[in-house]
């Protein structure tokens, strides 16, 4: 019956014009239409769905030809391959455009010959080699996890900081058990250690020794920072009081008073003595003078501009590839341009 009615619908159509092509159109429509009752659901391919697409977007009368489907179909079809052609067009990589290769191998190297630098390390040092990267950047090329950012110093008397230095003493077990007691002495200006020592009986006399060998001639500064430690004793109140530097000693169980202090020696232990296991004190004397030699003409640090110390220039790229130089053992490394 449906297919009957089919073929009226289409009998005028056939008898207006186009006698050929419009008899070949109402038999393929009449064979859908007895197709539809009896067979199973049809199923479409993509080239099908392409084809319907095409007289959705080109001929106003689609809808009417319509048999095995519902024009809603039809639509949803045409929003889908809008989606796809739009994401096709917009294929590749978002973002930034990616850093030239050579730059990128260069930052992975860092990352692997240094294990324990964060990514603001890296950042700092590639800046010094002329390449400027923001540190989202270096993070996409680091092949391992981010440690979480170091905290900030409380700076102490800033506008007087040339003026200022602060000493401490830590210890360091020995394989054998012993307990060294390494004496510290910084300057606050550029975080420059000027003098340590290592002992194994510290005493007040020996503490006003050290003192007079880290500031000789008029290099003594106006105010020393230290804590109430027993070790210091009135021998070395009245060695500083001969030397013209006034005493700040901090409160009681407040390690953050003498902050840079603390910050070094904790740096010290992250950086040197966490990997490695101390035989004696020359041995000790000579892991300390290898890293502080690093810390002072290579190191970089956040508080000094992304810069060591001693001031390093900037390395621009035109001055040719770059160079790894191991430092305290390999266990750090300083970079420098061929030329």
């Known amino acids: 019956m449906t297919g009957f009615l089919v073929l009226l619908r289409h009998l005028r159509t056939l008898l207006a014009g186009r006698a050929s092509l419009v008899a070949e159109n109402l038999a393929l429509r009449q064979q859908l239409a007895v197709l539809q009752p009896k067979a199973p659901k049809p199923m479409l391919s993509a080239w099908d769905r392409v084809f319907w697409i095409i007289l959705l977007r080109w001929f106003p009368d689609w809808k009417s030809w319509l048999i095995i489907v519902k024009p809603e179909t039809v639509v949803r079809w045409h929003r889908v391959g809008f989606r796809l052609f739009w994401r096709w067009k917009s294929r590749g990589k978002p973002g930034r455009p990616a850093i030239p290769r050579d730059v990128q191998a260069l930052i992975c190297r860092i990352a692997n010959e240094n294990s324990l630098w964060g990514i603001p390390r890296i950042q700092a040092e590639l800046r010094l080699l002329g390449h400027d990267l923001p540190e989202s950047t270096i993070a996409k090329y680091v092949q391992r996890p981010r440690k979480p950012p170091s905290q900030s110093w409380k700076t102490f008397l800033n506008n007087h900081a040339a003026s200022v230095a602060a000493i401490d003493f830590f210890t360091v077990p020995t394989v054998t058990f012993r307990n060294l007691y390494v004496f510290l002495v910084l300057r606050h200006d550029r975080r420059r250690t000027v003098h340590f020592a290592v002992t194994e009986q510290p005493?007040?006399?020996?503490?006003?020794?050290?003192?007079?060998?880290?500031?000789?001639?008029?290099?003594?500064?106006?105010?020393?920072?230290?804590?109430?430690?027993?070790?210091?004793?009135?021998?070395?109140?009245?060695?500083?009081?001969?030397?013209?530097?006034?005493?700040?000693?901090?409160?009681?169980?407040?390690?953050?008073?003498?902050?840079?202090?603390?910050?070094?020696?904790?740096?010290?232990?992250?950086?040197?003595?966490?990997?490695?296991?101390?035989?004696?004190?020359?041995?000790?004397?000579?892991?300390?003078?290898?890293?502080?030699?690093?810390?002072?003409?290579?190191?970089?640090?956040?508080?000094?501009?992304?810069?060591?110390?001693?001031?390093?220039?900037?390395?621009?790229?035109?001055?040719?590839?770059?160079?790894?130089?191991?430092?305290?053992?390999?266990?750090?490394?300083?970079?420098?341009?061929?030329?």
């Not at 804590?227 to 109140?237: K, R």
């Not at 030397?243 to 020696?265: D, L």
């Not at 040197?272 to 035989?279: G, K, N, P, S």
């Open 203 to 339: 005493h007040a006399a020996w503490v006003a020794q050290q003192l007079k060998e880290a500031f000789p001639f008029d290099e003594a500064p106006r105010y020393l920072i230290r804590d109430n430690d027993g070790i210091y004793g009135l021998e070395v109140s009245r060695c500083l009081e001969s030397m013209g530097v006034e005493e700040v000693k901090t409160a009681p169980h407040s390690p953050w008073q003498n902050a840079f202090c603390e910050r070094v020696i904790g740096t010290i232990r992250r950086e040197l003595l966490d990997h490695v296991i101390v035989l004696n004190e020359r041995h000790l004397e000579r892991l300390l003078r290898d890293y502080l030699d690093y810390y002072h003409t290579a190191r970089c640090h956040r508080s000094l501009n992304a810069n060591s110390p001693d001031r390093r220039d900037i390395d621009p790229p035109d001055k040719g590839l770059v160079n790894s130089i191991p430092m305290v053992g390999g266990l750090h490394h300083r970079y420098r341009r061929a030329g």
